[in-house]
C-alpha cells in the first residue's frame, strides 16, 4: 500500500504538470530537478512529494496514449 497524498499535494503538482507537463519524464530524479528550478520556495519533503506524484501522473499519461 502506497501513502495517500493530501489534497495540498494534489492542487500543487496538478498545477505544476500542467504549466510543465512536457518537461516532466518518467524518471524521478529528472522531476526533482525541473521542481527545484520551476519552485525555489518548496521544502525538500514537499518537492520529493510533488515530484513522485508528478512521475506517477506522467507514467499515467504515457499508458493511457497507448
Known sequence: MGRIKTKLIKALTNEVYEKYKD??????????RILDSVQDDASKKLRNTI????????????????
Not at 518537461?23 to 526533482?32: I, L, R, S, V
Not at 515530484?51 to 497507448?66: C, M, S, V
Open 23 to 32: 518537461e516532466f519524464t518518467t524518471d524521478f530524479t529528472a522531476n526533482k
Open 51 to 66: 515530484a513522485g506524484y508528478a512521475t506517477r501522473k506522467k507514467k499515467a499519461d504515457i499508458k493511457n496514449q497507448l
